[in-house]
Protein backbone atom coordinates (compact mmCIF):
# COMPACT_ATOMS: atom_id res chain seq x y z
CA UNK A 1 0.00 0.00 0.00
CA UNK A 2 1.36 3.37 -1.07
CA UNK A 3 1.27 6.24 2.02
CA UNK A 4 4.02 8.43 1.24
CA UNK A 5 3.42 10.85 -1.95
CA UNK A 6 6.75 12.29 -1.33
CA UNK A 7 9.92 10.77 -0.52
CA UNK A 8 13.76 11.15 -0.90
CA UNK A 9 15.47 8.09 -0.67
CA UNK A 10 15.35 4.60 -1.86
CA UNK A 11 12.85 3.32 -4.10
CA UNK A 12 9.82 1.94 -1.97
CA UNK A 13 6.59 0.10 -2.48
CA UNK A 14 5.17 2.15 0.61
CA UNK A 15 6.92 5.76 -1.43
CA UNK A 16 6.81 7.71 -4.64
CA UNK A 17 10.69 8.36 -4.47
CA UNK A 18 11.63 11.59 -6.06
CA UNK A 19 14.60 12.45 -8.82
CA UNK A 20 15.16 15.18 -10.07
CA UNK A 21 15.60 14.95 -13.95
CA UNK A 22 19.49 14.82 -14.09
CA UNK A 23 19.86 11.98 -11.58
CA UNK A 24 19.59 8.83 -12.63
CA UNK A 25 16.93 5.58 -11.17
CA UNK A 26 18.70 3.06 -9.84
CA UNK A 27 17.49 -0.47 -10.61
CA UNK A 28 14.63 -1.82 -8.43
CA UNK A 29 11.24 -1.83 -7.20
CA UNK A 30 8.95 0.85 -6.57
CA UNK A 31 7.14 4.05 -7.60
CA UNK A 32 8.90 7.44 -9.05
CA UNK A 33 8.58 11.03 -9.47
CA UNK A 34 10.48 13.30 -12.09
CA UNK A 35 10.74 16.32 -12.41
CA UNK A 36 12.61 19.89 -12.62
CA UNK A 37 12.97 21.45 -9.43
CA UNK A 38 12.85 25.29 -9.46
CA UNK A 39 16.12 25.54 -7.74
CA UNK A 40 18.11 23.87 -10.55
CA UNK A 41 20.35 25.72 -13.22
CA UNK A 42 17.93 24.81 -16.29
CA UNK A 43 19.27 23.81 -19.60
CA UNK A 44 16.62 23.36 -22.27
CA UNK A 45 18.30 19.69 -22.83
CA UNK A 46 16.99 19.14 -19.62
CA UNK A 47 13.37 18.60 -21.42
CA UNK A 48 14.76 15.93 -23.82
CA UNK A 49 16.05 13.71 -20.63
CA UNK A 50 12.93 14.72 -19.41
CA UNK A 51 10.92 12.88 -21.85
CA UNK A 52 13.31 9.60 -21.76
CA UNK A 53 12.65 8.95 -18.42
CA UNK A 54 8.35 9.06 -18.45
CA UNK A 55 9.22 5.63 -20.63
CA UNK A 56 10.06 4.09 -17.51
CA UNK A 57 7.09 2.56 -15.88
CA UNK A 58 7.80 2.96 -11.94
CA UNK A 59 6.89 6.74 -13.15
CA UNK A 60 3.71 7.72 -11.51
CA UNK A 61 4.18 11.20 -11.51
CA UNK A 62 5.85 14.65 -12.38
CA UNK A 63 7.78 16.54 -10.01
CA UNK A 64 8.86 17.98 -7.54
CA UNK A 65 8.39 20.79 -10.16
CA UNK A 66 7.27 24.49 -9.02
CA UNK A 67 7.77 28.13 -8.22
CA UNK A 68 10.19 28.97 -5.07
CA UNK A 69 10.14 32.87 -4.78
CA UNK A 70 13.28 32.08 -2.39
CA UNK A 71 15.56 30.46 -4.36
CA UNK A 72 16.88 29.18 -8.04
CA UNK A 73 15.96 31.09 -11.17
CA UNK A 74 14.48 34.34 -11.80
CA UNK A 75 10.37 33.77 -11.20
CA UNK A 76 9.46 33.81 -14.91
CA UNK A 77 11.81 31.53 -15.99
CA UNK A 78 10.45 29.00 -13.24
CA UNK A 79 6.88 29.70 -14.12
CA UNK A 80 7.44 28.71 -17.60
CA UNK A 81 9.47 25.46 -17.02
CA UNK A 82 6.78 24.76 -14.56
CA UNK A 83 3.96 25.20 -17.57
CA UNK A 84 5.78 23.08 -20.05
CA UNK A 85 5.85 20.15 -17.06
CA UNK A 86 2.06 21.37 -16.39
CA UNK A 87 1.38 20.30 -19.87
CA UNK A 88 3.33 17.48 -19.76
CA UNK A 89 1.59 16.05 -16.71
CA UNK A 90 -1.22 16.42 -19.02
CA UNK A 91 -0.20 14.91 -22.26
CA UNK A 92 0.96 12.02 -20.49
CA UNK A 93 -1.83 11.32 -17.92
CA UNK A 94 0.51 11.62 -14.72
CA UNK A 95 0.10 14.41 -11.61
CA UNK A 96 2.35 17.06 -10.86
CA UNK A 97 3.88 17.01 -7.19
CA UNK A 98 4.46 20.54 -6.71
CA UNK A 99 7.26 22.35 -5.05
CA UNK A 100 5.76 25.81 -3.61
CA UNK A 101 7.59 29.09 -1.47
CA UNK A 102 5.69 32.26 -1.65
CA UNK A 103 4.13 31.48 -4.96
CA UNK A 104 0.23 30.50 -4.17
CA UNK A 105 -0.60 33.65 -5.92
CA UNK A 106 1.21 32.30 -8.98
CA UNK A 107 -0.34 29.19 -8.78
CA UNK A 108 -3.84 29.73 -8.38
CA UNK A 109 -4.42 32.08 -11.13
CA UNK A 110 -2.42 29.23 -13.25
CA UNK A 111 -4.05 26.17 -12.49
CA UNK A 112 -7.52 28.28 -13.40
CA UNK A 113 -6.07 29.02 -16.79
CA UNK A 114 -4.80 26.10 -17.63
CA UNK A 115 -8.04 23.86 -16.12
CA UNK A 116 -5.75 20.58 -15.78
CA UNK A 117 -7.68 16.78 -15.62
CA UNK A 118 -4.72 15.44 -13.40
CA UNK A 119 -4.50 16.54 -9.79
CA UNK A 120 -1.97 19.09 -8.76
CA UNK A 121 -0.48 18.27 -5.13
CA UNK A 122 1.14 20.97 -2.76
CA UNK A 123 4.01 18.89 -1.22
CA UNK A 124 4.98 19.78 2.52
CA UNK A 125 2.63 22.57 3.41
CA UNK A 126 3.51 24.38 6.46
CA UNK A 127 1.33 27.65 5.67
CA UNK A 128 -1.39 28.80 7.64
CA UNK A 129 -5.26 27.97 7.38
CA UNK A 130 -6.55 30.66 5.42
CA UNK A 131 -3.89 29.81 2.05
CA UNK A 132 -4.91 26.68 2.79
CA UNK A 133 -8.07 27.33 2.25
CA UNK A 134 -8.04 29.22 -0.93
CA UNK A 135 -5.57 26.12 -2.26
CA UNK A 136 -8.45 23.40 -1.80
CA UNK A 137 -10.85 25.92 -3.45
CA UNK A 138 -8.83 26.18 -6.07
CA UNK A 139 -8.66 22.33 -6.60
CA UNK A 140 -5.44 21.77 -5.04
CA UNK A 141 -4.56 18.50 -3.10
CA UNK A 142 -2.78 19.34 0.21
CA UNK A 143 0.56 17.28 1.01
CA UNK A 144 2.08 17.24 4.71
CA UNK A 145 4.90 16.40 6.28
CA UNK A 146 7.01 16.60 9.69
CA UNK A 147 6.93 20.15 10.07
CA UNK A 148 3.02 21.86 9.52
CA UNK A 149 0.86 24.15 10.97
CA UNK A 150 -1.83 22.35 13.37
CA UNK A 151 -5.07 24.40 12.45
CA UNK A 152 -4.55 24.10 8.67
CA UNK A 153 -4.06 20.25 9.09
CA UNK A 154 -7.43 20.43 11.16
CA UNK A 155 -9.20 21.87 7.96
CA UNK A 156 -8.07 20.13 5.23
CA UNK A 157 -10.94 17.52 4.11
CA UNK A 158 -10.54 14.02 4.10
CA UNK A 159 -10.91 13.87 0.51
CA UNK A 160 -7.32 16.17 0.43
CA UNK A 161 -5.43 15.18 2.36
CA UNK A 162 -2.34 13.49 1.34
CA UNK A 163 1.13 12.85 3.59
CA UNK A 164 4.86 12.55 2.66
CA UNK A 165 8.00 11.89 4.56
CA UNK A 166 10.68 14.04 2.49
CA UNK A 167 13.50 14.20 3.38
CA UNK A 168 12.26 13.41 6.75
CA UNK A 169 14.20 10.75 9.73
CA UNK A 170 10.72 10.04 10.28
CA UNK A 171 9.16 7.08 8.54
CA UNK A 172 5.56 7.63 6.87
CA UNK A 173 3.76 5.53 9.73
CA UNK A 174 4.95 8.15 12.76
CA UNK A 175 3.59 11.21 10.68
CA UNK A 176 0.69 9.44 9.96
CA UNK A 177 0.45 8.88 13.82
CA UNK A 178 1.03 12.81 14.49
CA UNK A 179 -1.34 13.66 12.33
CA UNK A 180 -3.96 11.57 13.61
CA UNK A 181 -3.85 12.46 16.76
CA UNK A 182 -3.48 16.80 15.85
CA UNK A 183 -7.19 15.60 13.28
CA UNK A 184 -8.28 13.16 16.35
CA UNK A 185 -9.19 10.33 14.10
CA UNK A 186 -7.51 7.26 14.27
CA UNK A 187 -4.04 6.13 12.81
CA UNK A 188 -5.71 3.91 10.32
CA UNK A 189 -8.55 6.16 9.32
CA UNK A 190 -5.96 8.24 8.36
CA UNK A 191 -3.98 5.93 6.25
CA UNK A 192 -7.19 4.72 4.88
CA UNK A 193 -7.28 8.12 3.70
CA UNK A 194 -4.22 8.73 2.53
CA UNK A 195 -4.25 5.51 0.55
CA UNK A 196 -7.24 5.74 -1.22
CA UNK A 197 -6.35 9.49 -2.22
CA UNK A 198 -2.94 8.01 -3.92
CA UNK A 199 -5.29 5.94 -5.26
CA UNK A 200 -7.56 8.39 -6.83
CA UNK A 201 -4.45 10.81 -7.53
CA UNK A 202 -1.86 8.15 -9.43
CA UNK A 203 -2.18 5.40 -11.80
CA UNK A 204 -1.68 2.27 -10.18
CA UNK A 205 -3.11 -1.17 -9.56
CA UNK A 206 -1.81 -1.90 -5.96
CA UNK A 207 -3.91 0.54 -3.82
CA UNK A 208 -7.09 -1.06 -2.99
CA UNK A 209 -10.36 0.93 -1.42
CA UNK A 210 -10.40 -0.54 1.67
Known sequence: M?????????????AVTSFSVEEAIPEGEGYVSVGIHPWKIFNPLDFVAFESKLSDPRVVAI??????RMRGEKVELQKRIFEVQAQMSERHGLPLIIHAVKSADILIP????????MPWILHGFRGKPGLAQQLLN?????????KFNPDTVRIIPDTHLLLETDTSEYDIRQIINTIAVV????????????AKNIYACLNVTDVKEQ
Open 110 to 117: LRKRMSPT
Open 138 to 146: SGFYISIGE
Open 2 to 14: ILDIHHHGELSSE
Open 183 to 194: REQEPEYVADVV
Open 63 to 68: GECGID
